[in-house]
């Protein structure tokens, strides 16, 4: 799949579309790939996303590897890695390339129907702030986990909430 909408192919290895059930009954948006993703091309394989492999584990009792049996699927707002250069820091993705991505972000909402959507980190909620009215969704708001592990990982002092908040999206409350 080739892409060239915005400027953040230029330094994409692999564009980062998504992984999981094919009939999910929630989705996980968080806001872009970073360096991790973007080599193997698969979302949340890097440290955010063995932290929330945890906080799926200790939640759920399962492997964010499982997910395609557990009904989730793991996406971003943006599908490749925002950066200035190959080596560069991740970056938030500016405007126009989350403008690029959000059709197909919806699309792939429209073709596979979740029940539930969970947005990561306050750029995934600003960025789909339009879902809220759509009635066919639940939304649940948690932090990105690059921002628990900059709190301290498992020891932060919401941890056990966001762990709580995961686990009761499985109870279907």
């Known amino acids: 799949m080739s892409c060239t909408e915005c400027g953040l192919h230029r330094y994409r290895k ?14 996980v948006i ?3 790939p970073g360096r991790a993703e973007n080599a193997i091309g698969e979302p949340f394989v890097g440290p955010s996303g063995k932290f929330l ?5 200790v939640a759920m009792g399962v492997s964010i590897f499982d997910a395609q049996r557990e009904g989730i699927y793991f996406t971003n707002i943006v599908r490749c890695r925002p950066c200035d250069s190959v080596t560069g820091p991740n970056r938030a993705p500016i405007s126009s390339e989350v403008s690029a991505c959000l059709p197909k972000m919806i699309a792939l909402l429209d073709a596979l129907r979740p029940k539930v959507i969970v947005r990561l980190g306050l750029s995934a909620q600003l960025h789909t702030s339009f879902l809220e009215s759509d009635n066919r969704y639940k939304i649940v708001d948690l932090p990105h986990p690059a921002a628990l592990l900059r709190r301290g990982g498992t020891k932060a002092y919401d941890y056990k909430d966001y762990v709580s908040k995961l686990r009761r999206i499985w109870k279907h409350d």
Do not use: C
């Open 30 to 32: 968080g806001e872009a």
């Open 14 to 27: 692999h564009m980062v579309i998504g992984r999981g059930s094919q009939d999910p009954y929630v989705i």
């Open 53 to 57: 492999e945890e906080a799926l584990r």
